[in-house]
């Protein structure tokens, strides 16, 4: 709603003001101690030049202002809802038949989730919208929602591997602890792909998507030899015959 005054005088001035956007009425208004205002909605946006006419009495000819020109600017109300920011915020007013970009940050593990104009949503929605030559009143409602990421668990050989929460996706942030536990005759070695190391359990930090894969070994395949040995054994003794040498066994080690 837009208010329009006009100064009449002298003061003690009576009669009717009559307000025009350029040759449409506004409506009337009687003058009192040599004012006149009148409150309408009738005005819309863009550009307007308004005057005032007064009616005259028994006294005072009839007279018209000068025009004044004016604009009725456009506003674009934009609402948020989740962890992001929208830049600029709030109710923005722009100048008629302007452009205006709106830019979007989502705050740290989220992105945008939907992107809304007037009411309809956008496909694959943007990190930034902008109106063109707007020359009427819009909305923009933009919505923030947390990254979510999977965590993919294999296993070589003989063992499992259970997660904990064991989810089929996780939100930003999440910790998951892996626990690899071995079959019968097979021991856990180690992590690999996204994880290293031999830590069991292990804790994993959900910043994204992750392949993680669990290796164990067979040890029933492998035995264990014990190994005796007889040291410093003494030689045989051997009686030469008369007239040939002696032949000695070698030590055994």
């Not at 947390?146 to 070589?156: A, E, K, P, Q, R």
């Amino acid at each position: 709603q837009v208010t329009l005054s006009a100064t009449v005088s002298p003061s003690t001035i009576t009669g009717v003001v009559e307000f025009f956007d350029g040759i449409n009425s506004l409506g009337t208004v009687n003058v009192s101690s040599g004012n006149a205002e009148l409150q309408t909605s009738s005005i819309t946006l863009g550009y307007h030049t308004i005057t005032a006419t007064y009616n005259g009495d028994g006294n005072y000819e009839a007279s018209t202002s000068n025009g004044v020109s004016d604009t009725v600017n456009p506003t674009i109300n934009v609402s948020v809802s989740g962890n992001g920011t929208v830049t600029p915020n709030g109710t923005v007013e722009i100048p008629y038949a302007t452009d205006k970009q709106f830019d979007f940050t989502p705050a740290n593990g989220y992105h945008v989730a939907s992107v809304s104009v007037n009411g309809n949503p956008l496909s694959n929605p943007p990190n930034s919208y902008s109106f063109t030559n707007v020359i009427s009143n819009q909305t923009l409602s933009v919505s923030f929602a947390i990254n979510t990421y999977t965590l993919s668990v294999t296993v070589v050989r003989g063992g499992s591997v259970s997660k904990n929460p064991d989810q089929a996706n996780y939100d930003d942030g999440t910790q998951v602890s892996l626990t690899a536990t071995a079959s019968s005759g097979y021991v856990f070695v180690g992590w690999s792909g996204d994880a290293t190391g031999s830590t069991n359990p292990l804790n994993v930090s959900m910043d994204g998507n992750k392949n993680i894969t669990a290796t164990f070994i067979n040890i029933s395949k492998y035995r264990t030899f014990a190994v005796n040995s007889k040291l410093n054994q003494k030689p045989n003794k051997i009686k030469p015959k008369k007239g040939k040498p002696a032949i000695l066994p070698n030590e055994a080690n």
